[in-house]
C-alpha cells in the first residue's frame, strides 16, 4: 500500500466498503448534502456535487437516495447540518495521515479523532504540520488490461492531464483537480471505465513501514476509514505488497 501508489489502497477501501455499504452510503450521502448546501443542486454547475454523486454512483448508491440527499442539502428536506474540519496527526512508525470529515459536532469528533491516533501509538498535530508533504491532484485509476499506454496518453494529452504512470496493474492518471472532469470524460468517451475518479492528496515523500508496524498502521487507517464522520484519509505509509496481502487475509479482505 504505497502512498503514492492509490491502486493497492483502493482495492484495499472497496473490499471493506463491500462489507460495509450502508455506512459508506451514509458518507457519501453527507458529501452530497455538503456539497449541494455550499454551491447549489445542479452538478452541471456545481462541481463538487457533481464529484459527490459519482463517488456515490460509485458505490451503487440508489438514484432516490442520491435525490434525497440534494433536497437535504437545499433545504427542502430535514437534515443535520454538516461541517467540513480536517484533522492532521503521526501514526506508528511516524507514518503521516491527513483525516477529512464531515461533522455534525466537531468537539466530540476531535475528541474521538485524538483517542484513535493515540490508543494507536500515533498523535494529533497541528493543522497544517502534515498538510504541507500533500499535494492535491485529480487522479483516475484505470485497471491496466482496460487500455493501453498510448491510447492514454493520447486521451491525457487532448483533455489536459498531467501524467500517465503504470503501477501495481493499473494506469494511474494524474490532473489538477479542476481538470478532473474533462479528463474523466475523455476518457469514458472513448470506451474505458475508471475504476476510480477522485480528487485526493498524494504525499511528496512516503515512509517505507517495517513488517511489524504495518499491521499496528494497518489498523489505525482502517479505524479511522471506519469512522462515521470521516470522509477521506490521505497517508504516505509504503507497506510492502506481500506484507499488505498477509494482512489482507489476515482481515478477511479480498483484492
Wanted: glycine share 10%; net charge negative.
Amino acid at each position: 500500500m504505497a502512498g503514492h501508489s492509490k491502486w493497492a489502497n483502493i482495492k484495499h477501501r472497496k473490499a471493506r466498503q463491500d462489507a460495509a455499504k450502508g455506512k459508506t452510503w451514509s458518507k457519501c450521502s453527507r458529501a452530497i448534502i455538503v456539497a449541494a448546501r455550499n454551491g447549489g443542486g445542479d452538478p452541471e454547475y456545481n462541481l463538487a456535487l457533481r464529484y459527490a454523486i459519482d463517488e456515490a454512483k460509485t458505490a451503487n448508491m440508489p438514484k432516490d437516495t442520491i435525490t434525497k440527499a440534494i433536497n437535504r442539502g437545499m433545504g427542502e428536506l430535514a437534515g443535520a447540518a454538516y461541517e467540513p474540519v480536517r484533522y492532521e496527526g503521526y501514526g506508528p512508525a511516524g507514518v503521516a495521515i491527513i483525516v477529512d470529515c464531515l461533522t455534525d459536532n466537531v468537539n466530540r469528533t476531535a475528541a474521538e479523532m485524538r483517542m484513535l491516533f493515540e490508543r494507536s501509538g500515533g498523535n494529533l498535530a497541528k493543522p497544517g504540520a502534515v498538510a504541507f508533504g500533500f499535494q492535491q491532484v485529480g487522479l483516475l485509476l484505470i485497471e491496466a488490461c482496460k487500455a493501453s499506454e498510448d491510447e492514454l496518453i493520447q486521451l491525457a494529452l487532448e483533455s489536459g492531464a498531467d501524467d500517465v504512470s503504470e503501477v501495481d496493474g493499473a494506469w494511474e492518471i494524474t490532473c489538477t483537480p479542476s481538470d478532473l472532469s474533462a479528463v474523466r470524460g475523455a476518457v469514458v468517451a472513448a470506451g474505458i471505465e475508471p475504476d476510480s475518479a477522485e480528487i485526493t492528496m498524494l504525499p511528496s515523500i512516503t515512509v517505507e513501514i517495517p513488517a511489524d508496524a504495518a499491521g499496528r498502521v494497518l489498523r489505525l487507517i482502517d479505524l479511522l476509514q471506519d469512522h462515521d464522520d470521516t470522509q477521506k484519509v490521505y497517508h504516505n505509509a509504503e507497506i510492502p505488497r506481500e506484507v499488505l496481502g498477509k494482512l489482507r487475509d489476515e482481515r478477511g479482505y479480498s483484492s
